[in-house]
C-alpha cells in the first residue's frame, strides 16, 4: 500500500512569506507527528496528533507555527513569515496508536 | 526532560565485521525507537522496543531498562548498512510515544 507522502518535496520561499506543507498519512493510521532536521542538525519533534485528542504543541518552536490535521487524515503546517532559520526539511511521520513510525521523504524548506 | 547520547558518533567498519551502536538516555521510558537515515535523508524505523531484545534480520536491538541503555548491533555488515542511526526516547518519563527526543546519529560507513 501506500506509504506516508508529503508534498511539495521541495519549497523556496522568501523571507517574511508564508508557506503551507502537506502530509498524507498512511490509511488508517490514528497518529501523526511532524518533526524537522536542521541543516548538519538532529532531529527534532514539532507536534503530534492522536485520533481526536488535542495535539501535542509542545514542540512548536514559535507562535509563526501551527498545524491542522482535517477528518484525522490530511494534516498542513503552516509557517507565518517566515525566517532564514525555519530553512529545514520538515518530516512527517504516522503510526497506528502510538506504534512504529512511518516516515515521508519530507519537504525541504529553504527561506532565502 | 529526558537527555539521549549515542556513541560512537561515527563508526567506519569492514564488510562482515559485527557493529554495536550504543544509546543510553536519562529518565526512564515505556519505549525506546532505532532509526535509520539513508543518506539519500529517508528515514526508516527499525525498532521500538519496550524490555528485552528485538532481532530484525542482521539487525538486534536491546534495551536494559535499569541501566536505561540500548545498543543497536549489526552481525555481518554489509556496504548497503552505511547510513546514520538514531536512538529516540519520549521527552518525558511517562510522555507520549509522540513527543520524541533523538540522539545526534551515529554515522556508520561500511567499506567493502
Known amino acids: 500500500g501506500a506509504g506516508v507522502s508529503q508534498s511539495p518535496s521541495n519549497k523556496v520561499t522568501e523571507k517574511g512569506k508564508d508557506v503551507e506543507l502537506r502530509c498524507d498519512p498512511i490509511?488508517?493510521?490514528?497518529?501523526l507527528y511532524w518533526y524537522r532536521q536542521s541543516l548538519g542538525q538532529g532531529l527534532e519533534f514539532l507536534i503530534y496528533?492522536?485520533?481526536?485528542?488535542?495535539?501535542?504543541k509542545s514542540g512548536l518552536p514559535s507562535d509563526r507555527f501551527s498545524a491542522e490535521r482535517t477528518g484525522g487524515s490530511v494534516s498542513t503546517l503552516t509557517i507565518q513569515r517566515t525566517q532564514q532559520e525555519d530553512s529545514a526539511v520538515y518530516l512527517c511521520?504516522?503510526?497506528?496508536?502510538?506504534?512504529?513510525?512511518?516516515f515521508g521523504p519530507g519537504t525541504r524548506l529553504t527561506v532565502l | 526532560k529526558n537527555e539521549v547520547e549515542q556513541s560512537p558518533q561515527n563508526l567506519t567498519a569492514q564488510e562482515g565485521e559485527f557493529i554495536t551502536i550504543n544509546c543510553s538516555y536519562s529518565?526512564?521510558?515505556?519505549?525506546l525507537h532505532w532509526l535509520q537515515q539513508h543518506p539519500g535523508g529517508g528515514i526508516v524505523s527499525l525498532f521500538m522496543?519496550?524490555?528485552g531484545k528485538k532481532k530484525h534480520g542482521r539487525l538486534i536491538a536491546t534495551i536494559n531498562i535499569p541501566e536505561k541503555h540500548s545498543s543497536l548491533h549489526i552481525t555481518a555488515s554489509h556496504p548497503r548498512d552505511s547510513a546514520v542511526y538514531i536512538c529516540?526516547?519520549?521527552?518525558?518519563?511517562?510522555?507520549?510515544?509522540?513527543?520524541?527526543?533523538f540522539g545526534k546519529g551515529t554515522k556508520l560507513s561500511v567499506k567493502p
Open positions: 511521520a504516522s503510526s497506528w496508536r502510538g506504534d512504529t513510525q512511518y
Open positions: 490509511s488508517g493510521h490514528t497518529a
Open positions: 496528533f492522536q485520533g481526536n485528542s488535542a495535539p501535542d
Open positions: 529518565v526512564g521510558i515505556s519505549a
Open positions: 522496543l519496550s524490555s
Open positions: 529516540a526516547v519520549p521527552i518525558h518519563y511517562g510522555g507520549s510515544q509522540g513527543n520524541l527526543i
